[in-house]
């Protein structure tokens, strides 16, 4: 499949090229003393690359490609000076043949169509207010303080961001999430309860997290391991070296109680969880992907509970806490 | 029977709107499709290929297609150009900052497809339940909607999950395909 889409790419790739230079050869040609012998050239070698392209490019991007061509191609030849006939008119009447500038008609279509410039809306926004943000830190220890989960609707949930920590363990069991993103994490131990709405992982290493929610998508991580309860099936892209399992719910208690999964509306019953059919986006013939695996029985259950003990840990020793996050991310999730 | 009036009632029959549904992953498009079709939403994974529902709207058959919108699927969209009469775009207004940036960009390259050219183009502003949502005109702003001028379009703040706003997105957008091909009627 991997081969299927670079040749799209390609083709893609070899449209939006051919479709610059078109452009930037009608250009030239609009102007009133354009290099003739130039445009022909560029021509030539434009339409000598599509000869080659033939061979990866779909029927439809062939005729589109070789249409354009073919405008450019017209267009040089009536827009080509008209050679003066040759008669015996008298000179007068010679010297009044107008010069041959470009026909108006062959003015580009595309240049047309272009928008006209606009200023860009400034890029900064505002930070919103209900989404949290944990980002950039390492060695130590990140649990945001809870919030009372007084209706237990989801409306009142919100998006939490954790980015850019290394050597962290980040409890959310405490936040009521609605949607959470993860974004540069490096040996870290995260654990959340019910989460209603998504989770999106993106450039993770060697990192467990401890997940329950509705939608998991992972892109461009490794060595990752995720004890997991899921609604749907998760799906991941560009990873290699992830393991899953099943998620800790007992160990969890009261964190992940009946109550919670009922607010996420999730089914709390271990059989209706999905995580064990991932799907590769990467991997998408027959049989197993190699980027991922299921967990041994025994591994998901100490890989949920030791992250789960290291989470809820009241341990001031910071040191020792450390040495607990690396000996378990070396042992479940290194690549 | 003059051949005009042949012609009127086979076209009067097969008053067919195809509809494609693009946006980044996680924006909703799968949801949106489902709960306009009245199906269950709890379940919905991410999309590996594409969903198609053909459902009759206000006389018209429309076929709608939704197609996945992970990175490494987003180069076959192209596949599912040919011959759409509506695109409805999606995006997730609760989306993270960096996001928005892509989602402009792959709207506008969108725009600039040949074969996309005559289509109406709907940007639904989803999960408007969510708190931090942007409102559509915030969104509006962000992609930059302003500079389009090759294609009819509407912005319209919706969310999937509580069903506000979708119809009339769907109003929107079925009637102004329908004034464009159907204007004879």
New interface residues.
Partial sequence: MAAH?DV??AA?AFCADLKQECDALTQTLGQPNADRTAVLTRLSIALKSLTEATVFLPA?DQR?CAAMLKTISDQLTTAAPARAKFTFASRKAKSSTPAAGPPESAQPLAEQ?L??P?A??P?A?AP?P??RQICSNRNCYIAPPPVPISSAE??????V?VADLTRCVVSLLDLHV??L?LKNLDRCVLVVGPIA??V?VESCRNCVFVICC??L?I?NSVGLAIPLHI???P?I??CSALRFGLYPRAALADFASVERFEAA?IDPNPGAS?HKTV?D??W?KRGQSPNWVLMSSDDEHACGTEAMALATSSVVDEQALMDSLDALVARFSVA | MGLLTVLKKLKQKEKEIRILILGLDNAGKTTILKRINGEDISTISPTLGFNIKTLDYNGYKLNIWDVGGQKSIRSYWRNYFEQTDGLVWVVDSADRPDRFADCKAELHSLLTEERLAGASLLIFANKQDLPGALSSEEIAKLLDLKAIQTHHWQIVGCSAVTGDNLLTGMDWVVTDISKRIYMLD
């Fill in positions: 889409a799209k790419l893609a439809y589109a169509r928008p006209p606009q860009l809306p890029a926004l919103r209900t989404a989801s409306s009142t949930s919100s998006d961001e609605g949607a993103h709405g998504s999106l509705r939608q998508r892109h609604a749907s099936h799906i892209e560009d509306r999905a799907e986006f990467c998408l």
